[in-house]
């Protein structure tokens, strides 16, 4: 299938340091394909690079070196408008670990389904533009009464995050940057997630970069996997190539620190 993302040679260096300055390089030297409708995980510790490359092909962090391609366009040189940007924007889009830092404490919560509502170019007050609200609200497991009119303080992370994906199915983007979506999910909820992020794929043909350290929900959700140490990506391949079959050292040790519910009893 054509790639509708393409990373070429994409590198971040930071600069450290006061009076010794260092450079840090957070991304160094990534590239890869990523097709329609595919899930790819990006697995990695804290402080891998994972949230940095994520935050580059957002157009939130410039690059220091490479190029990021989305449907044939080159992210940082040829979209230089709003138009070029809203455009970007509407078939991009992003859910964040910490849900309370994509909302205004001083707005209500609806404010931002009615932001989604104006990208995909509707009315928020029609009878339309409620009755899709009301749909993707009921499609993450939330009803309309238990969190509209209410405040961010008044919602707990899970709810906050569940009207985060409840947008993103408003406006059905072509690609979704899933940055830890479900790390302040119960478990329950998180199966229901997952489920909804295979139907969106399905349904819509949304591609999806599922950003975690988890690698036993990444090795569920995924068509492959990327395993992503010290800002480079190290070994990719099937979750089973990962999983059961990993040539890596540092793969083999994430492997490793995954929970386990087997315990050997002796009686």
């Not at 809203?86 to 859910?95: D, G, L, P, Q, R």
């Not at 947008?167 to 229901?192: F, H, N």
Request: charged share 25%; glycine share 6%; net charge neutral.
């Amino acid at each position: 299938m054509d790639a509708i993302l393409r990373v070429e040679k994409l590198s971040k260096v930071f600069e450290s340091g006061f009076i010794r300055r260092s450079l840090v390089k957070a991304v160094d030297n990534v590239s890869f394909e990523l097709s329609e409708g595919e899930i790819v995980s990006l697995v990695g510790q804290s402080g891998s690079g994972k949230t940095t490359l994520a935050k580059i092909i957002l157009r939130l962090l410039e690059p220091s070196s490479g190029d990021v391609w989305f449907m044939d366009k080159n992210v940082w040189k040829d979209l230089k408008t709003l138009d070029d940007l809203k455009w970007y924007w509407k078939n991009v889009h992003a859910i964040f670990q910490n849900p309370y830092a994509s909302f205004n404490p001083f707005y209500k919560v609806d404010r931002v389904l009615n932001q989604a509502l104006k990208l995909i170019g509707k009315e928020p007050n029609s009878e339309e533009a409620k009755r899709v609200i009301e749909e993707s609200l009921k499609f993450v497991g939330l009803g309309p009464d238990e969190v509209l009119g209410k405040y961010p303080h008044q919602l707990s992370g899970g709810q906050l995050q569940r009207i985060l994906i409840a947008r993103t199915w408003i406006i059905k983007p072509k690609l979704l940057i899933a940055d830890e979506p479900v790390s302040m999910l119960d478990v329950s909820t998180r199966g229901k997630i997952i489920e909804l992020f295979d139907i969106m794929r399905k349904k819509y043909g949304t591609t999806i970069l599922f950003v975690s350290h988890d690698l036993g929900i990444s090795y569920v959700i995924s068509d492959r996997i990327f395993v992503m140490y010290q800002g480079k990506i190290i070994e990719e391949g099937s979750p089973d190539d990962i999983l059961l079959n990993p040539t890596h050292e540092y793969t083999k040790e994430l492997i490793a620190s995954v929970p386990t519910l087997y315990r050997k009893w002796s009686f």
